[in-house]
C-alpha cells in the first residue's frame, strides 16, 4: 500500500507563497505522474497541476505563471512551489499518485487558506 504525506499548508496572506511537500512511500519511478489536486467549500475536487514520469507538466489555467510542480525521485518527493496567492487558492490541497495508469493514491490533504 503506498502511502503519500502532504506538507507546508497553512495561512498566507495575499500576494505570498507557500510550498506543499508530498513524500510518497515507494519510489517515485513507480509512478505514471505525480500531482495536486484540490477542493474548496462546496466545489469539485480539481487537478492544479501534475508532473509526468517524462518530466512534463500539466496547469489548470487559474495558477499558471504563479505555480509551479517539481519532483525529486531520489526522494520520492513532488513539491507544489505557490507564489502569488490569491483567496480564490484558498482549498484543501491533496497529494496524487498514479500508478499502472489506473491506480490512484490520495494523500489525507492539507488545509490552504489565503487571507485578502
Known amino acids: 500500500q503506498v502511502q503519500l504525506v502532504e506538507s507546508g499548508g497553512g495561512l498566507v496572506q495575499a500576494g505570498g507563497s507557500l510550498r506543499l511537500s508530498c513524500a510518497a512511500s515507494?519510489?517515485?519511478?513507480?509512478?505514471?505522474?505525480m500531482g495536486w489536486y484540490r477542493q474548496a467549500p462546496g466545489k469539485q475536487r480539481e487537478l492544479v497541476a501534475d508532473i509526468h514520469s517524462d518530466g512534463s507538466t500539466n496547469y489548470v489555467d487559474s495558477v499558471k505563471g504563479r505555480f509551479t510542480i517539481s519532483r525529486d525521485n531520489a526522494k520520492n518527493t513532488v513539491f507544489l512551489q505557490m507564489n502569488s496567492l490569491q483567496p480564490e487558492d484558498t482549498a484543501v490541497y491533496y497529494c496524487n499518485a498514479v500508478l499502472n495508469r489506473l491506480i490512484h493514491y490520495w494523500g489525507q490533504g492539507t488545509q490552504v487558506t489565503v487571507s485578502s
Open positions: 515507494a519510489s517515485a519511478f513507480r509512478f505514471n505522474s
